[in-house]
């Protein structure tokens, strides 16, 4: 019952919300603010559940846990349940959602009801994803995770929003149309759609390169891997604040969360094949998307260039077939949400007062703006993959799995983490240090009490998770263990 609470709070949000939208005028102050506060109460109470989940969790079972089962239609059944490798992910979506309803308190002004009941309907979608423990399930909620994202971008984002939504939508429904193929195959030929009895079934190898091939066209695209990642920047640039945040944070990790749930497990064979191949696809996002994203003139483009880059460390981290590349990769995907969501609020704050991200407009903002200064200073450390925050842990272990998989392919990928501190750190030094020569930014004021509510959280996560791994490891190393013992075994390795 627990994770059906985690998974359909949100939508108690919505239901009042609409109730607002009924019975008072959608434009009224009055009511924006009421809705605003549901919505927060909402994610805030999905975020105590969540905690309460992790709590309960037993970190020793490597199964699935707080299982809930019954019959839904067709001889379908409505199956949820989390393990080491998931439980995580349903708490870092419960920790964003809230953040990114405070960002949007002021920003967004134009149609703020259904702004909000997006949010809530994609927090209920995407810890679906993650607690689905039936194909068809977990296919209805990643399938129309899309819908709310879509609308996000296309009605509150910037210029090119409609381009970039559709971009968007495109892109990912039609690799999910080939994983939809495969699903009805698997299900046709195993009379079943139980996520933990397909993971015991032993496919066909010439039958599972076919079905890694359909999978893997959906959940390259949702990372984004290269070379189908460059609906990412665009979707980025034009997503409000807050839809940056989600999309970074979470929607990106619901690709890896694939891989790692179903083209493992279930397609050993294909997997071990494949795997040179995905080596060579991450090299050349590391590399490539690094040196793309030092070029750019938009804050928010080279960040989501950057977000390319450290998801081809954590396919490199999944493929390589041991138990540190996939904690590095599962780390690094939760790290990543942590500090990515917080550049892009950094954008954001710097946005909303002065209404462009070019990098050329800022410079001297450590002037005017000290503590922002040093919010920023500090996420962009972890970007970076500084010693002591959670970007270090995850880089490291991933490589370090990679390494005694492939040497090349992390000598390789090692340049890219060089390359990104050149990125980061330029762009640190053109927004931040030296003297203001814009003269309208003379008035440009530092963070305020909203916005400092919203950093702390985030703050806090970024330091405690790069002292504090074990934190996250003692949750994920039942599960992980066991995924690379029968991955392994499959391979005969």
Known sequence: MLLSLVTFAPLVGVAGILALRLFG??????TVNAAKWIALTATLADLALAILLVVQFNPNDPGFQFVEEAPWFAGLNYRMGVDGISVLFVLLNAFLMPLCIVASWKSITSRVLEYLIAFLMLETLVTGVFCALDLIVFYIFFEFGLVPMFLIIGIWGGARRVYAAFKF?????????????????????????????????????????????????????KMPMWPVHTWLPDAHVEAP???????????????????????????????????????????????YTSLVAFRQTDVKKLIAYSSVAHMGLVTMGIFSGNAVGEQGAIYQMLSHGVISGALFLCVGVIYDRMHTREIAFYGGLVNRMPWYAAVFMLFSMGNVGLPGTSGFVG??????????????????????????????????????????????????TDLDWREVAIFAPLLISTLYLGVQPNSVFNLTSASVDQLVRVYQAAIGG
């Open 395 to 444: 880089e490291i272990l991933s490589m370090t799995g990679t390494y005694r998989a492939s040497t090349w392919t992390a000598i390789l990928a090692a340049t890219g983490v060089i390359l990104s501190a050149v990125y980061m750190l330029t762009l640190y030094r053109r927004v931040v240090f030296g003297t203001i020569e814009n003269p309208k930014l003379a008035t440009i």
């Open 241 to 287: 604040t807050a839809g940056s945040v989600i999309l970074a944070g979470i929607l990106l990790k619901m690709g890896g969360y694939g891989f790692l749930r179903f083209s493992l497990p279930m397609f050993p064979n294909a997997s071990q094949l494949f795997t040179p191949l995905i080596f060579a696809l991450s090299v050349v996002a590391v590399i």
């Open 25 to 30: 005028k959608a434009d009224d102050p009055k």
């Open 169 to 221: 939508f495109l892109y990912t429904l039609l690799g999910s149309v080939l994983m939809l193929a495969a699903i009805l195959y698997m299900i046709g030929t195993t009379h079943t759609s139980s996520i933990p009895e397909l993971m015991a079934h032993h496919f066909d190898p010439a039958v599972q390169t076919w079905l890694w091939l359909a999978f893997f066209a959906s959940f390259a695209v």
